[in-house]
């Protein structure tokens, strides 16, 4: 069994993402902007957003936080992305989700510049996508698809069975991974909640992809030996023998499912660091089609 390392995969990227920005500075350009719209004081969401910035200055993107209230209303925090819209200084405009209940999240997302939509939720970016059209992919997906690439596991004629069909990962990364393209081209299957009996797909998986947001879902009589596990599942249980009184795990039951595994993702340190480091890198492709725009 090999573990796909996500924390070594995307330091690799950042350091890409670092050599590329220091080469434009050396040319005397300007450098990717990301800005991130938080609205609220949810303690998940502002460590994401947080860590996302701390990112951005670590391989140089130009980043703000606007740090709203959660009582904004929907129409100030809509002008607000009308302001970053027309700001040249940021390419990549990232609204953290899930929004207060009085702010319509479709709106939002569609509010976004499908050229800053660095998330990939943009109606467009999603045609796009599923059309096989050049775009941006939604950052677990792409992450996901990222990390099959960089550890050399063939994906062409593969069974690709997907546990979830949330629009963040479980349909992206299906219609991704479908496409007739390089590190693509599987023979994709999408389980879910109204299946009778998910073992009957998980089991003749190549390579199973669980979000369903259930821990230690999959278990080791649900999978063949040799299967690729990518577990992009990021759950809270209780551990008292812990400081916070939680330990985080995945959708897979890790200590049950890699002893049959070919490859697998930890949790923590697999596919959620590779979710952001594929936000830095959509940011700096927003940056290079603006640029030539512009």
Known sequence: MILLDGKKISSEIKEELKEKVAAL???????????????GDNPASQSYVSSKNKLCKEVGFNSKAENLDK?????????????YNADDNYHGILVQLPLPKHIDENKVIQRISPDKDVDGFHPMSVGNLVIGNDTFFPCTPAGIQEIL??????????????????????????????????????????CHSASKDLSKYTK???ILVAAIGVPNFIKANMVKDGVVVIDVGINRVEDKT???????????????????ASYITPVP????LMTTAMLLSNTYKAYLNLNKKA
């Open 25 to 39: 500075k050396n040319n005397g350009k300007g450098v990717p902007g990301l800005v991130t719209i938080l609205v």
């Open 71 to 83: 009582n904004i209303t929907e129409k100030e925090l809509l002008d607000l992305i009308d302001k």
């Open 149 to 190: 690439k960089r550890y050399n596991i063939e994906t062409k004629g593969k069974h690709l069975v997907v546990v979830g069909r949330s629009n963040i990962v479980g349909k992206p990364i299906a219609n991704l991974m479908l496409q007739k393209k390089e590190n693509a081209n599987a023979i994709v299957t999408v």
């Open 204 to 206: 003749d998986a190549d």
């Open 242 to 260: 812990k400081t916070k009184g939680y330990r985080v795990v995945g959708d897979v039951d890790f200590d049950e499912v890699a002893p049959k």
């Open 269 to 272: 340190g697999g596919i959620g």
